[in-house]
């Protein structure tokens, strides 16, 4: 990534080729250190009216996003061997301690976790198709086993592998 420096893209000459200063917004989000909000400046395209955010391209974020990918990489790496309740305490803890917030504060919910690990786009991996054998093996066993509530009679179960 090269450095951005303050005003390079609004005073640029493609810029003012390309785009009008339409508004200035804040945006918050939510990193491991917590809520960070920023200002950022909106442009129009001159050509077909369209909105665009500098800012937000640079620095890789999605439109309405409220979470740092930051954060986002890190539910799907604990979600990879953990319960979402797992990695949203996990998360939380981790803002939490950060921030020094004595008190238990959910910044995520298990089904915010749940969201964002569907919303990674991760491919499904399909497992190796294996060949039939031409020999087929088959155990079968029976046991008696002990019933409750039937007066202590053994009822014989049947099972084939």
């Given at each position: 990534m090269?450095p951005l420096k303050k005003w390079?893209?609004?005073?640029?000459s493609?810029?003012?080729?390309?785009?009008?200063?339409?508004?200035?917004?804040?945006?918050?989000i939510?990193?491991?250190?917590?809520?960070i909000t920023?200002?950022?400046?909106?442009?129009t395209d001159?050509?077909?009216?369209g909105s665009y955010c500098?800012?937000?391209?640079?620095?890789?974020?999605?439109?309405?996003d409220?979470?740092d990918?930051y954060i986002?990489?890190l539910?799907i790496?604990?979600?990879?061997?953990n319960?979402?309740?797992?990695?949203?305490?996990?998360i939380?803890?981790l803002?939490?301690?950060?921030?020094?917030i004595t008190?238990?504060f959910?910044?995520l919910?298990?089904?915010?976790?749940?969201n964002?690990?569907?919303?990674a786009g991760?491919?499904?991996?399909?497992?190796e198709e294996?060949?039939?054998?031409?020999t087929?093996?088959?155990?079968?066993?029976?046991k008696?086993?002990?019933?409750?509530?039937?007066?202590?009679?053994?009822?014989?179960v049947?099972s084939?592998?």
């Open positions: 090269r390079s893209f609004r005073l640029s493609d810029r003012k080729v390309k785009y009008h200063i339409k508004a200035y917004r804040e945006r918050t939510l990193t491991i250190f917590g809520e920023y200002k950022r400046t909106f442009y001159k050509f077909n009216n500098h800012l937000d391209e640079y620095l890789g974020l999605k439109k309405h409220y979470f990918p986002k990489v539910v790496e604990k979600a990879a061997d319960s979402a309740p797992k990695v949203a305490k996990f939380n803890e803002i939490g301690s950060r921030i020094k008190d238990s959910c910044y919910s298990r089904q915010t976790i749940r964002i690990i569907i919303g991760i491919s499904n991996v399909k497992p294996t060949t039939t054998p031409e087929l093996y088959i155990m079968a066993d029976e008696f086993i002990s019933t409750q509530n039937n007066d202590n009679k053994q009822v014989m049947k084939v592998v």
